[in-house]
């Protein structure tokens, strides 16, 4: 049986002694760091104090003199001396009311306990819903970005293509406008050699004819058309420099939807039961988004306008190039043609100025003979004279020898003169005509020699129109080269 409380005879019921607060061992007050969790409405266990507390006497025992040398460790015997020294801790109405508190405390907490339970289960049915909603409704929303992902690519594919094939048939004008123009510099090399050729024609045929119109034609349409086709194959550059970089942006917003596409399909792909799903804190608060649904359209709804706006710009220069070749082509082949026919219209003048001159070449040597014949006979005429009007000449200075009166003037006397000078008059005549005859002479010599110089003159002009400039332009590039094929 265990008594409560102490009797009067008690150490602590005597007078007060003065001990030694010192040799108390000091007090140690710990804290506990763990706070419990109380539901709502809970009401704390230990919350209940009763209304009788225990009252300790703030007096310490104090060893009395008795107790010196007795073991410290054992306590000392008390013994109830008095009952009416005896006092209760709690009161009936504590113990009830500890009791009915208990009660309720463990009711209250079985209902929380309950709703709690029933709050759980009902919002793990919510969240477990609402989770599976927002699964199914990522993944919708993943198979329609990867449906925009497809058709984007589609789209970008196709320009894709098309732009590689434009640029590659860019390409290739611009080589037959460079091959064309590289053609044009042998007919432009062949045009520039008759002109120089064409200076070495001596005297009055160094004229300003057709053909020398149509050469300096000739040559001027040809550096247009090289020109020409230059500058536009060095548009062609610029613009197929510009299709690269189209193209260049259209395969790099392509690589990026194929990375988007496999990202997507792989996220598509993941499920709760998937090996490769982890926890990654905090990506949700990160946004390192660049763009939105609109802009992201717009991104390659931009790159696919500028690659068909390249295509649009490359088709116009090509169909461009295609006429400039067409165009020059015909150009190049008719002024090859006039200046050809100048040719054969110029050698046919000059063959029938030859002839003709060749003609009176062999007229003039023909009246040269026949002058230097009459010039021997006109010769031969005069110094037949020459003895009668002697023989008249010497009859008369005879008969003036004759004496006084036997010098008549006679029949024979007037004949002799008749003669003399009818012979002198003859020679005179003769030897005018001799004289003319000598100067026809000269004139035909020196007519001679511009005719055979002129005829020199021609022979060099048909040598260099039908030998030198017509065997160099013999050969001319065919149309498929002049339009740059190969």
């Known amino acids: 049986m265990e008594f409560l409380g102490t009797t009067q005879t008690a150490s602590y019921c005597g007078s007060k002694r003065a001990c030694a607060l010192s040799e108390l061992p000091p007090v140690t007050v710990t804290q506990e760091s763990y706070q419990p969790y109380y539901l709502p409405g809970y009401r704390y266990l230990n919350s209940w104090r009763p209304s009788l507390f225990?009252?300790?006497s703030s007096n310490q025992s104090c060893p009395d003199e008795g107790s010196i040398g007795r073991n410290p460790l054992r306590p000392p015997t008390i013994l109830p001396a008095l009952r009416t020294a005896l006092f209760s801790r709690y009161s009936r109405r504590d113990w009830d009311q500890s009791n009915m508190a208990q009660i309720r405390g463990?009711?209250?907490s079985r209902h929380w306990a309950n709703r709690l339970t029933a709050d759980s289960v009902?919002?793990?049915?919510?969240?477990?819903?609402?989770?599976?909603?927002?699964?199914?409704?990522?993944?919708?929303?993943?198979?329609?970005?990867l449906s925009d992902i497809g058709f984007w690519k589609s789209e970008l594919t196709y320009e894709l293509d098309r732009l590689l094939t434009e640029s590659h048939a860019l390409d290739t004008a611009k080589r037959r406008l460079e091959c064309a123009a590289d053609e044009l510099e042998s007919p432009l090399q062949v045009a520039l050699e008759c002109l120089y050729h064409r200076e070495k024609r001596i005297g009055v045929d160094l004229v300003h004819d057709n053909v020398e119109k149509n050469l300096i034609q000739e040559v001027d349409l040809l550096k247009c058309c090289q020109d020409q086709m230059k500058k536009l194959a060095d548009r062609c550059d610029i613009q197929l420099r510009d299709n690269r970089d189209a193209?260049?942006?259209?395969?790099?917003?392509?690589?990026?939807?194929?990375?988007?596409?496999?990202?997507?399909?792989?996220?598509?792909?993941?499920?709760?039961?998937s090996d490769s799903i982890n926890f990654f804190h905090g990506v949700e608060k990160i946004d390192?988004?660049?763009?939105?649904?609109?802009?992201?359209?717009?991104?390659?709804?931009?790159?696919?306008?500028?690659?068909?706006?390249?295509?649009?710009?490359?088709?116009?220069?090509?169909?461009?190039?295609?006429?400039?070749?067409?165009?020059?082509?015909?150009?190049?082949?008719?002024?090859?043609?006039?200046?050809?026919?100048?040719?054969?219209t110029r050698i046919s003048e000059v063959t029938d100025v030859k002839n003709k001159l060749q003609m009176q070449l062999a007229k003039t040597l023909q009246e040269i003979f026949q002058t230097e014949n009459t010039i021997m006979l006109l010769e031969r005429a005069i110094m037949a004279k020459e003895c009668p009007l002697k023989v008249a000449q010497t009859r008369l200075e005879h008969r003036t020898w004759r004496p006084n009166v036997e010098l008549c003037r006679d029949i024979p006397h007037f004949k002799l003169v008749n003669e003399a000078f009818t012979i002198d008059d003859t020679l005179q005549t003769l030897k005018l005509r001799l004289c003319e005859a000598?100067?026809?002479?000269?004139?035909?010599?020196?007519?001679?020699?511009?005719?055979?110089h002129d005829l020199s003159v021609k022979a060099n002009s048909l040598f260099l129109d039908k030998e030198k400039c017509m065997t160099m332009r013999k050969t001319f590039p065919c149309t498929p080269r002049l339009v740059g094929y190969t």
């Open 438 to 452: 000598q100067d026809t002479l000269q004139l035909l010599v020196l007519t001679k020699t511009r005719l055979e």
């Open 54 to 56: 225990y009252k300790v």
């Open 106 to 108: 463990a009711e209250t």
């Open 122 to 145: 009902r919002l793990m049915q919510d969240k477990d819903q609402l989770t599976r909603q927002m699964q199914e409704g990522t993944c919708r929303n993943l198979g329609q970005r």
């Open 288 to 344: 390192g988004t660049v763009s939105v649904p609109e802009t992201w359209a717009k991104f390659s709804d931009d790159n696919i306008r500028h690659s068909q706006n390249m295509r649009a710009s490359s088709i116009r220069l090509r169909e461009e190039a295609e006429n400039l070749l067409e165009g020059s082509s015909d150009q190049i082949w008719k002024q090859f043609t006039n200046t050809n026919l100048a040719f054969s």
């Open 247 to 273: 193209q260049h942006a259209v395969e790099r917003d392509l690589a990026d939807k194929n990375s988007a596409q496999f990202i997507d399909e792989k996220c598509f792909n993941l499920r709760n039961t």
